[in-house]
Antibody, heavy 119, light 108 residues
Framework: QVQLVESGGGLVKPGGSLRLSCAAS????????MSWIRQAPGKGLEWVAY????????FYPDSVRGRFTISRDNAKNSLYLQMDSLRVEDTAVYYC????????????WGQGTLVTVSS | ENVLTQSPGTLSLSPGERATLSCRAS???????LAWYQQKPGQAPRLLIY???SRATGIPDRFSGSGSGTDFTLTISGLEPEDFAVYYC?????????FGPGTKVDIK
């Protein structure tokens, strides 16, 4: 069965860095586009990064562009999110999610990893 | 950015009742790229509907989606106890994904 398991969250000071990982299993990882999506405590969902199956196409929203970097290692079935210059408002649960084939929806999600940015 | 607005913010209904949730976009959305998710406390979102009206794997047929352009609807034909949750719509366009703020369906 499809599994996505995030790791790497924790407490970091404003201006600091953190790298999240997502281990994928149960499907051919190299066939799928992937994303990171976050949810601040008690708030809604916000998309933060997107990468094509080969890694050649990457998108970010303005809120994180220039600070966050998405990458993947298809040989290791892993997705990553490097987060630099972190701000208090980046505090959230970060989910990795698999994009469906043609409909640009997210059909499988991990359980999430909590990132807290606080001094 | 294509902003999604969901209404109502909270819907208070009894089990067995019909729920109608609205999602309105600030710009037209391709019908292929409108999805709905359900989220329960402490859990990740679950895909319910993609491509406006196609149910995801394992989703019961009491869930249905419709709409076009800027107005989309999720209908739950008869609420089961496990359906009380928060529902989000999501769109893709212009290399960007956006989610609506959510509609909470709670027990009356």
């Amino acid at each position: 069965q499809v599994q996505l398991v995030e790791s790497g969250g924790g407490l970091v000071k404003p201006g600091g860095s953190l790298r999240l990982s997502c281990a994928a299993s149960g499907f051919t990882f190299s066939d799928y586009y992937m994303s990171w999506i976050r949810q601040a405590p008690g708030k809604g969902l916000e998309w933060v990064a997107y990468i094509s199956n080969s890694g050649s196409t990457i998108f970010y929203p303005d809120s994180v562009r220039g600070r966050f970097t998405i990458s993947r290692d298809n040989a290791k079935n892993s997705l990553y999110l490097q987060m630099d210059s972190l701000r208090v408002e980046d505090t959230a649960v970060y989910y990795c999610a698999r994009r469906t084939g043609g409909n640009r929806a997210f059909d499988y999600w991990g359980q999430g990893t909590l990132v807290t940015v606080s001094s | 950015e294509n902003v999604l607005t969901q209404s109502p913010g909270t819907l208070s209904l009894s089990p067995g009742e019909r729920a109608t949730l609205s999602c309105r976009a600030s710009q037209s959305v391709s019908s292929s790229y409108l999805a709905w998710y359900q989220q329960k406390p402490g859990q990740a979102p679950r895909l319910l509907i993609y491509g406006t009206s196609s149910r995801a794997t394992g989703i019961p047929d009491r869930f249905s989606g419709s709409g076009s352009g800027t107005d989309f609807t999720l209908t739950i034909s008869g609420l089961e106890p496990e359906d009380f949750a928060v529902y989000y719509c999501q769109q893709y366009g212009s290399s960007s994904f956006t989610f609506g703020p959510g509609t909470k369906v709670d027990i009356k």
